[in-house]
């Protein structure tokens, strides 16, 4: 079973985590095919193939779910408690998948409050395994389509072109509209960084 996120760096939204299990046979069968051989990790790979391999992912995964963690918890808890928190709500329970062994792209050390086998947390894994690579295209392909309707409910931001993101625009944005309900407190503090440098940084000497 294999486990990545989506949204990590964000200033907006929430953290995605994406769980995909495939069984042995599916496995091995798919060894040679286009969905283990061309799947990468999301980032890189265009919408129109992301999307066709999460459906592909969908299709053939013994197991999968993608699980949103929001801004607030975030704010509250911090993110690598929030995808850890994500982490334990995308693994099955025992009666669906007993105990299962996870791949985990990263460097994580995660406490489980459900019962596996063990872990591997493996940095860049994204880009070594293909079945964290399954997990990252679901988790980026869902996290992408809830900002898409973020932009429609919050205008002005641009949330369908950055997904949160802290690009030059996003943050232009930010200080052009303020904060939206959906931007993530914890992560903003540049703002007041940058403000108080402009502040002080031209003025005359007290």
């Known amino acids: 079973m294999s486990v990545d996120e989506a949204g990590r760096g964000c200033l907006a939204g929430p953290v995605a985590i994406g769980v995909v299990h495939f069984s042995e046979t599916t496995l091995r069968r798919m060894a040679n095919s286009e969905i283990l051989i061309g799947i990468r990790d999301s980032k890189i790979l265009t919408l129109a193939k992301r999307e066709f391999f999460a459906e592909e992912v969908k299709k053939h995964a013994l197991y999968w779910k993608v699980v949103f963690v ?78 898409e309707k973020m932009d429609a409910k919050y205008p002005g931001y641009g949330f369908s072109k950055h997904k949160g993101y802290g690009t030059e625009m996003h943050r232009k944005q930010i200080e052009s509209l303020g904060i939206s309900p959906i931007h993530r407190l914890s992560f903003l503090k540049f703002l007041r960084k940058e403000k108080e440098e402009t502040l002080f940084s031209d003025g005359e000497p007290i």
């Open 70 to 147: 929001s801004q607030r918890f975030i704010d509250k808890f911090n993110i690598n408690q929030a995808i850890f928190y994500g982490i334990n709500r995308a693994i099955p329970d025992s009666n669906i998948i007993e105990k299962p062994f996870l791949f985990i792209d990263g460097n994580y050390k995660v406490k489980f409050s459900k019962q596996v086998v063990g872990y591997f947390s493996l940095p860049k894994g994204d880009d070594l395994v293909p079945s964290i690579s399954a997990a990252s295209v679901l988790a980026k392909t869902y996290r992408d389509r809830y900002m």
